[in-house]
C-alpha cells in the first residue's frame, strides 16, 4: 500500500469546469491572535511531477495520541483520506486532507481543502486504519462559508470574523454501496457534551493511517461554530475536513469538521475549531 496513489492522478480526466458554487468561492487567511496562532489544517499544495504525485507526497505530521481506526467503527468506516488535484499554471498541485462519507455518492469536507478550481480529488476509504483500494475519483458540488455568529462565552480569546470556517461537499464519480454513511447534525445549538474526530494526515508517499481522538467542548458560538479541547493528543496538519461526531441513542451523527486549530506551536495543536454542518444542512445527509 506504500504508493497506493502513485499514478493515480493520471486517471483523473479534465472536462469542463464549471462547478456549482452557492457562496462566492472562499479565501484561507493565516494569522495571529495576541495568544494563539490559527494554523489551517490542510497541507499546503506542493508543485511535484506528473508521474510522482501521490497522496502524501512530503511528509507531514496527523493526529498524535489517540487511537488507531477499528474496522467496525462507524466512523473509521466512513472516514476518508482526500487528495485534490489543481493546476494553478506552473504544474500540478496536490493537497491533502480528511473527510467523510454523508451520502452513498457525497463527501463532506473543509472548502479549504478544495480551494481554488480543482481537475478532480481522489478518495480512499480505510480498513481499520489502514488505506485500502480502489481509490475513488471525486468532484466539488457546492462550497458553504458558516455564520461564526458569537461566542456565548470567553473561554478562548479569539476573533470570530477572522476565522475561515468553511465547508464543501463532493460528489463520488460512483455511489459507495459497502459502506455506510453518517448523517448529519440538524440542530446547531445543541452542542454535545463529548465529540470525536477522525484525520488520516499523510505518511511519508502514502497516505496515512487513520486516527481517531476525543474531544471536549469548551466553547461555542450562536450559530454552533466549536472549540474543543483534544483530549490526550494533538490535531495536526492532513487532518483538515476530518469528520467531529456526537453519538445520541440513533447512533453517530456528523456535528461538523475540522477546520483549524488554536496553537502557539503550528502546526499541530490540542485546540481544534469545528465547523458546524448542521447550519448549513438542515436533514440527515445533502440529496
Known sequence: ???????CVLRISIPSRAVARPHARLSVPRFATPHLAIAYLAIPYLALPLLALALG????????GGAAGRAGDALAQATVGLGTVTDPG?????SRCTGVLIAPDLILTAAHCVNGDPLGSLVVFFRGSEPVKPVRTARVTARYSPDPGQMTSNVVDVDLNALSLDLAVLRLAEPVRDRVPVPLATDPSRVPRSLRVAGTGVSGRTVGR???????????SSTGLTVARVNGGRVCFGDSGGPVVGQDRRGLFVWGVASAVLSRQAPCGNL???????QVFTSPGMR
Request: proline share 8%; hydrophobic share 65%.
Open 210 to 220: 487513520l486516527r481517531t481522538v476525543g474531544l471536549t467542548p469548551v466553547a461555542a
Open 57 to 64: 507526497a512530503a511528509p507531514a505530521a496527523a493526529i498524535e
Open 1 to 7: 500500500m506504500s504508493h497506493i496513489f502513485e499514478a
Open 90 to 94: 506552473d504544474g500540478l498541485h496536490l
Open 272 to 278: 481544534v475549531v469545528i465547523a458546524p454542518a448542521a
